[in-house]
């Protein structure tokens, strides 16, 4: 039975560690991709030649359609920028095209460098197409021209708006964006009208471009990033082997669709019957195009089409995204753990409100999680000292037992009987608290709050490892992770400290233990670390409770 408690032991905290690294991060620290221009260039000439085709092929079948796309109106003058000034974000939209060329949040930066310039969520160049590109039939994204009737948004009160509308021979597109200075919240609508003698017939499709949000966590890669949509009250997560060896169509009314890293996402939400399917392609390195397809419509002359969209570029953060409405709050996926996540992540802001410290937040949280366990926990350590005194009588019945297996089993069973001991009472609340530790583990590492959050001294950023620098620069970890230290450190005095039934070989794997968690947790960020070292403490102050009682 010794032997069973302490391979059960050893295997669930492996279940915590492998678990934990394989689902939400991983050993070693973040690398930013290299850019491969030369790769990227050359799927731009096989995608301009393959849309090349496709006009042509075009033109052949539709002939009305391929004038208007050939013909679209452009002034004898560069396109201008129109910038858009809120007291959350700057963006810049181009008249070629009316896509968002820039998009740059004033609360959040792209590094915890102080100097750092803002969060910019447009990620990719001309080359891979902006965000919000609009194409109707075969008239390109490219190939629009939208006049703009201002350089920049004039806002009346907390609402401004602009007007864009691109010409050609037999369409008028008219863009109109609202604003607001207060929210990341968008709207747009786009009136395709036919201005042709002719009939006209074409599907909408809105489209954007990007590639992943990299932020310099050990975690950030190992979470999902990429395109993802919420439909049927459910969120799919669509992994790139679905896209990147051809165009990957989806069918169905979508609430949203949107690029997501761990921190951010961009964000359509087609109104009505805006958009029927989704189209994703993958266009050079770790670039996902999609594309918000509307069904196939036919314009008379004179006729016109309005095609209403939201947008969001911002935040993943929870309170945000739910006052959005068409279930954005889905986008914060904590998975199984919801449940509990959420409550958590509350009594984290709640405590921050109040300190204006996450780590200090992070500490009462721990402190109440450990309360609420405190009388399961007394229980299991109770019962792991009791087993620890039963073990000279235990010893002396395996001895006088020993060539009998059946008849020791049994008198074993009995002397547990005697003295109301549960084998398995020690083990019976670490399973109990496994859910509670993934589900913090995800808020932790998941929380935008907690991004270059500052606790105190040299933790400056607590969904970053903490590295104490030293002037020199250690390989493989650059400064000492002084929290980590600190946390195998009391997590070996934990363990000296807790009763034991192992023979000295087992117990001298179990004291390994702290020595694999001090590895593995060098790269965590140090907000899950703090977590940790902390409920060691109070588990260290609740065995010391214990050791201090009277032999019963």
């Not at 030369?38 to 391929?66: F, G, H, N, R």
């Not at 949000?213 to 669509?238: I, Q």
């Not at 998975?335 to 410290?357: E, R």
């Given at each position: ?26 050993f070693g620290p973040t690398e ?171 599907a909408a499709a809105l489209h ?39 165009p990957a169509t989806i069918n ?301």
């Amino acid at each position: 039975m010794d032997i069973y408690r302490t391979f059960l032991a050893i295997i669930i905290s492996f279940v915590i560690l492998i678990g934990y690294q394989y689902f939400f991060v991983g050993f070693g620290p973040t690398e930013v991709p290299v850019e491969n221009t030369t790769a990227q260039t050359e799927q731009l000439v096989t995608d301009t030649v393959a849309a090349k085709k496709t006009e042509i092929a075009a033109v052949t079948a539709q002939p009305s359609q391929s004038v208007a796309a050939q013909t679209m109106e452009r002034p004898d003058r560069d396109a201008r920028i129109v910038t858009v000034e809120t007291d959350l974000y700057t963006a810049s939209l181009s008249e070629n095209g009316g896509v968002i060329e820039s998009f740059i949040l004033k609360d959040y930066k792209e590094t915890a460098a102080d100097n750092s310039p803002g969060m910019q969520m447009v990620k990719v160049d001309g080359r891979q197409g902006f965000p919000l590109g609009f194409s109707w039939g075969s008239v390109a994204p490219a190939a629009t021209f939208y006049e703009a009737g201002a350089s920049e948004v004039t806002f009346q009160g907390n609402h401004g708006n602009l007007q864009m509308i691109g010409r050609g021979n037999g369409l008028e597109i008219e863009r109109n964006y609202s604003f607001a200075k207060d929210s990341y919240l968008m709207e747009m609508s786009v009136k395709v009208k036919n201005v042709s003698s002719g009939v006209l017939q074409g599907a909408a499709a809105l489209h954007q471009s990007n590639r992943p949000f990299r932020e310099p966590t050990a975690g950030d890669r190992f979470l999902f990033t990429g395109p993802a949509y919420y439909m049927n009250e459910s969120l799919v997560e669509v992994d790139s082997d679905d896209y990147e060896a051809g165009p990957a169509t989806i069918n169905g009314q979508m609430d949203w669709v949107g690029y997501e890293g761990t921190y951010f996402i961009c964000a359509i939400l087609p109104q009505a019957v805006s958009a029927r399917s989704l189209t994703m392609e993958s266009f050079g390195e770790d670039v996902v195009r999609m594309s918000m397809n509307s069904d196939l419509d036919t314009l008379q002359p004179g006729e016109e089409k309005i095609y209403t969209y939201k947008l969001f570029f911002g935040p993943k953060k929870l309170d945000v995204l739910k006052s959005v409405g068409s279930n954005m709050g889905k986008a914060v996926n904590f998975g199984w753990f919801d449940v509990i996540a959420q409550p958590t992540l509350y009594l984290l802001n709640f405590f921050y409100g109040i300190f204006k410290n996450y780590g200090i937040a992070i500490i009462l949280v721990t402190v109440i999680f450990k309360a609420i366990f405190w009388p399961i926990t007394q229980k299991g350590l109770k019962s792991m000292k009791n087993m620890q005194k039963l073990q000279p009588k235990m010893a002396k019945l395996k001895e006088k037992y020993k060539d009998d297996p059946t008849r020791m089993n049994q008198e074993v069973m009995n002397l547990y009987k005697t003295y109301k001991v549960n084998p398995l009472g020690g083990c019976l609340p670490m399973v109990l608290q496994i859910p509670v530790f993934f589900a913090l583990y995800k808020v932790l590492l998941m929380c935008i709050e907690l991004r270059h959050a500052p606790f105190m001294l040299w933790i400056s950023d607590l969904s970053a490892p903490d590295r104490l620098p030293i002037g020199v620069d250690i390989p493989y970890i650059g400064g000492i992770p002084v929290l980590t230290l600190l946390m195998g450190g009391s997590m070996f005095l934990q363990q000296k400290m807790t009763p034991t039934t192992a023979d000295p070989t087992q117990a001298k794997i179990m004291m390994f233990l702290p020595v694999l968690f001090t590895f593995m947790f060098v790269n965590f960020a140090s907000g899950l670390v703090l977590y940790w070292f902390v409920n060691n403490l109070l588990a260290i102050f609740q065995q010391q409770m214990i050791n201090r009682q009277k032999k019963a």
